[in-house]
Each structure stands twice: as structure tokens, then as C-alpha cells.
């Protein structure tokens, strides 16, 4: 590993003859600190601060949505912008991001993504308008791409073997309660002090987590880390997923438009360029060997299904329990913690069991169930009760989620060799959030939402019932894919560390470097 550079502070937190912090912080970067020393209780705070920033912005900016469309005056589709730039550049650049972290430095790229997370955070907090609250947002998605695959590479490289599933326990812990009380904590940011605060509330994280990291996490680079960066397969990703959802938002409001098609059919001939590059390049950020895994090629594709559909249901019924129902945004917000307080409490135990009975069933009941909560939202209308209805739906909801998030995250990491099984994780991450944005962009598409839609009680109604059973019929397919394909890995040779999850974003970064004592 890299050795630190001499002013870190040591596992004490003094600062000692600079050789001795020198020695120190090369052990440290070997990975010898102890989750009870004073240096790594230091390296956990940062790490779990850094990764709540993005777990939180997962959860806490969907129930701010019609608050910002209200102060901005503007139509459906700035709020899907909202949504999607960040998603875009961060499904995009979170492969890249990674490969980063291991050349120059995770904690130096760690550090410079929460500065940057926090600095575009600022920007969306202060933007004027609707045009600069995009961009702002796009560039925090470039912010993210750097910040999230560091925190558990720093674990990774800081702690002892010996303690480090108990280091990562607590990161995974820790987080998760933060993602878990993002709905309520967005909620009452909207209510409160205003919808720019979901956003502000970065700015102090990042000043706590940058100068905690720049003093006590050693630096770590993977020394097997070479050849060229594919930034010319990262920007032909991102190119053709911007185009793709340009078309797919402009069309309610444009469906003849020249404009529409060419960006539709330009970003199809770039996916394509994009596969054919992966397939030519040396060093290919997405491999293309990869996927001669049956198995995992069939647990990325029940990935798409089952993202797409979680980043609609949650897009929807954040509107559906504010516009439609009359929750305010902390209302709202309240209203989504069952889903992720089940996943809070019970993602270590479906973990287990997906060990014990193997993957096919969770990852076809899972569905299933997450199918069956959103037949259940249909009876979520004007007037509705939360006890009869809302509370079921998220209840059965955050069963099926908490059945099939584990489990898949298990199965990816056990589907290919385990010198791969950390870019196998960030690919099926990547899939995630590319899903997740398809279905923010293309499913209002789909269910005949206007413009203007969302600012009225009885065409968002009408539109929330048409797109439920669509998100409800992409996971039946995702189920059925499980069933008849997903067979036991013949060697689980990769366990997945982050034992408790609640981002309804993607699943979690795993690094792939616990391997099986079985």
C-alpha cells in the first residue's frame, strides 16, 4: 500500500515526531488500526459521514420536489431533472470515480468528492432558478462518483483483517440509520427552514468529514491498479444516457418534435458506440468477459427490473401523498419510514438467510411482494387513510425490498472470480441508478402525465393509477427472470460485507475482498 505522507496524526490522535507519525501512518495504510483505537474511531466517523451525504440525498429530495416546482413555477419536467441530473452523471462517472480512488489515492479522492459533493450542495441551495438548480445537481452527481466508492475502500484499506467486518458492521450500521431517517429528515427540512436546506445540510457534514479524513485516515492505493482510465467509454455512457433521457422528458410536451427523435436515436447509436468501445479497449471500465457469467448477467438484468420500478414507485408516491392525498412534505416523508426501517432492521437477517437457502427464491419473492405494495398504493386517493392504506402498501413494500436487496448483492459478488467481485459490485450499482433514471425520465412518459400534471389532484391521481401497474408489471418480468434463470453460484466465494443496507437507490458498493473460509 502507499505510504501516508508524514503530517497524518497517529492511532493516538497526537502529534508526534513527524518519522514516528510517518511509520504510523505507513502500518495504518497496511491496514492495522483497530475499530477501539482512538485513529480508527476517527476513520469511521469520517467514512460514515462522507457516505450518509449521499445516502441521505438518496431519500431526502424526492418529498421536496413539489415545493421546489411551486417556488420555481415550473412544469413536471424540471422536477425530473431534478431527479435525473444527478442520477445521470453519477451512474455515469461511479465506475470511473472507483478506479480513481485506487491510482491516485482514496482518501484523496475521497476528500476532494465531499468537497465537491458539498460545493454543488451549496449551489443547489442557492440557485435562482430552475436552469442552475440542474446543473448544480449534475455536477453533485459528479461529487458522488468520487465520495461513494471511497468510504468502504478507506475501511477497507485502514483496518485490520481481524477487525475489519466489525469496522464495516458499524459503517454499514450507522449509515443505514441515516438513509432510514432521510424521508423524515427531507420532510422536515421542506416544512422548516425550506426546501434548500435538504441541500445546505451537506455544507456542515462536509466541513466535519474533510478535516477529520485529512488528519486521521491514512492514505491507501491499490498497488495492482494500472493501465489508462476508460474515459472515453465514461463519456460515451453518460452521453447516451443523457440523450436517452432528454427524449424521454422533452416527449409529453414535444412527442413530434424532430428534436425528440434525433436525441432518442443519437443516444441509442452512442450505447451502441459504447459497446462496441468496451468490447475493443485493453482496459475497458466495463469489462465485457464479465458477462459470459450467466449468473450474473441475469442478476444485473433482475437488477434493471427491480430499480427501475423502485425509482418510479418512490418518484410517484412522493407527489401521489403530497398532491393527491394532502400530506405536507414532512407528512410525506413520515409516511415513507416503514420502508426503510424495515430494511434498517432486517437486511442483516435476509442476508443470512439468502446464505442459507441460496438466491432464487428471495430474488423471485422479493419482487413479488414489492409488486404486490404497489397494487396495494392504488388505494392511496384523495382522502385516503394511512392506517387502511398507505401503511400496508409500505409495509409489504419494505417486506419485498428487505427480501431481495441482500440476497442480489450476495449473488453479484458470488457470480465471478473474486479478484473481480469489487467491479462486478460497482457495475451492478452503476445498473441500478441507470435504471432508476430510465424510470424517473421515461415513466411519466408512459402513463400520460402533462406538464402541469402534478399541480393538479385529479390528473395526478389518474396518472399515479396507470403508472403503479406498470412499475408492478417491470417486477413481475424481474421475478420471473429470478425464477427461471438465477441458479445457486456453485462456490460462494465472496461475501458481502454490508450486512445492513436502506438506500432504495441501488444496492450497496461492496469492495469484494472478504473471501469464504468455507
Same mark, same amino acid.
Given at each position: 500500500?502507499?505510504?501516508?505522507?508524514?503530517?497524518?496524526?497517529?492511532?493516538?490522535?497526537?502529534?508526534?515526531?513527524?518519522?514516528?507519525?510517518?511509520?504510523?501512518?505507513?502500518?495504518?495504510?497496511?491496514?492495522?488500526?483497530?475499530?477501539?483505537?482512538?485513529?480508527?474511531?476517527?476513520?469511521?466517523?469520517?467514512?460514515?459521514?462522507?457516505?450518509?451525504?449521499?445516502?441521505?440525498?438518496?431519500? *431526502?429530495?424526492? *418529498?421536496?420536489?413539489?415545493?421546489? $416546482?411551486?417556488?420555481?413555477?415550473?412544469?413536471?419536467?424540471?422536477?425530473?431533472?431534478?431527479?435525473?441530473?444527478y442520477m445521470l452523471s453519477l451512474a455515469g462517472l461511479i465506475l470511473l470515480g472507483g478506479a480513481l480512488g485506487d491510482r491516485f489515492g482514496r482518501r484523496r479522492v475521497f476528500v476532494i468528492g465531499t468537497i465537491w459533493f458539498a460545493a454543488a450542495s451549496m449551489l443547489c441551495g442557492l440557485a435562482p432558478n430552475a436552469g442552475v438548480l440542474i446543473a448544480a445537481r449534475a455536477l453533485q452527481g459528479v461529487g458522488g462518483a468520487l465520495l461513494t466508492p471511497g468510504s468502504l475502500a478507506l475501511i477497507q484499506g485502514s483496518f485490520h483483517t481481524d477487525d475489519r467486518a466489525r469496522a464495516v458492521g458499524l459503517w454499514s450500521g450507522f449509515g443505514g440509520v441515516g438513509a432510514a431517517v432521510g424521508p423524515f429528515l427531507g420532510g422536515w427540512l421542506v416544512d422548516g427552514p425550506g426546501w434548500r436546506w435538504v441541500f445546505l445540510i451537506?455544507?456542515?457534514?462536509?466541513?466535519?468529514?474533510?478535516?477529520?479524513?485529512?488528519?486521521?485516515?491514512?492514505?491507501?492505493?491499490?498497488?495492482?491498479?494500472?493501465?489508462?482510465?476508460?474515459?472515453? $467509454?465514461?463519456?460515451? $455512457?453518460?452521453?447516451?444516457?443523457?440523450?436517452?433521457?432528454?427524449?424521454?422528458?422533452?416527449?409529453?410536451g414535444h412527442s413530434a418534435s424532430p428534436v425528440v427523435f434525433g436525441a432518442a436515436a443519437a443516444g441509442l447509436v452512442l450505447a451502441a458506440v459504447f459497446v462496441h468501445t468496451e468490447r475493443t479497449r485493453p482496459d475497458p471500465m466495463l469489462p465485457p468477459s464479465l458477462f459470459a457469467s450467466r449468473l450474473f448477467t441475469t442478476v444485473n438484468l433482475v437488477t434493471l427490473c427491480v430499480y427501475a420500478a423502485f425509482g418510479g414507485f418512490f418518484f410517484f408516491t412522493a407527489l401521489q401523498l403530497q398532491v393527491v392525498v394532502g400530506y405536507s412534505a414532512l407528512g410525506a416523508g413520515t409516511a415513507l419510514l416503514p420502508t426503510t426501517v424495515l430494511m434498517l432492521l432486517f437486511s442483516a437477517k435476509s442476508g443470512e438467510l439468502g446464505q442459507r437457502i441460496g438466491p432464487r427464491i428471495p430474488l423471485t419473492a422479493g419482487p413479488l411482494f414489492c409488486a404486490a405494495a404497489m397494487l396495494l398504493m392504488l388505494r392511496v386517493g384523495p382522502h385516503a387513510s394511512y392506517v387502511r392504506d398507505v401503511l400496508p402498501a409500505l409495509l409489504v413494500m419494505g417486506t419485498g425490498m428487505v427480501t431481495l436487496v441482500a440476497p442480489l448483492t450476495a449473488t453479484v459478488l458470488a457470480s465471478v472470480d473474486v479478484s473481480r467481485a469489487g467491479l462486478a459490485s460497482g457495475i451492478n450499482n452503476a445498473a441500478a441508478r441507470a435504471a432508476g433514471l430510465i424510470a424517473v425520465a421515461g415513466l411519466p412518459l408512459l402513463a400520460g402525465v402533462g406538464p402541469e400534471a402534478y399541480r393538479s389532484v385529479t390528473e395526478f391521481d389518474s396518472a399515479f393509477r396507470r403508472a403503479m401497474p406498470l412499475c408492478a408489471a417491470v417486477l413481475v418480468l424481474g421475478a420471473l427472470i429470478a425464477f427461471f434463470a438465477v441458479r445457486a453460484p456453485r462456490a460462494e466465494r465472496c461475501h458481502a460485507e454490508c450486512k445492513v443496507h436502506c438506500g432504495v437507490g441501488a444496492p450497496p458498493l461492496e469492495t469484494g475482498a472478504q473471501t469464504s473460509t468455507d
Open positions: 500500500m502507499a505510504e501516508s505522507p508524514p503530517d497524518d496524526a497517529s492511532a493516538t490522535g497526537s502529534t508526534p515526531h513527524p518519522q514516528s507519525t510517518k511509520d504510523a501512518a505507513q502500518g495504518a495504510s497496511q491496514g492495522v488500526l483497530r475499530v477501539a483505537s482512538r485513529q480508527g474511531r476517527w476513520v469511521l466517523l469520517t467514512t460514515i459521514l462522507g457516505s450518509s451525504m449521499a445516502l441521505l440525498d438518496s431519500t *431526502v429530495v424526492n *418529498v421536496a420536489l413539489p415545493r421546489i $416546482g411551486d417556488d420555481f413555477d415550473t412544469d413536471l419536467a424540471v422536477l425530473q431533472w431534478t431527479l435525473t441530473a451537506n455544507v456542515p457534514l462536509a466541513a466535519l468529514c474533510v478535516p477529520v479524513a485529512l488528519r486521521h485516515v491514512p492514505e491507501t492505493r491499490d498497488p495492482a491498479a494500472h493501465g489508462r482510465f476508460d474515459v472515453l $467509454g465514461a463519456a460515451l $455512457g453518460a452521453a447516451a444516457l443523457a440523450l436517452v433521457t432528454y427524449a424521454l422528458i422533452a416527449a409529453p
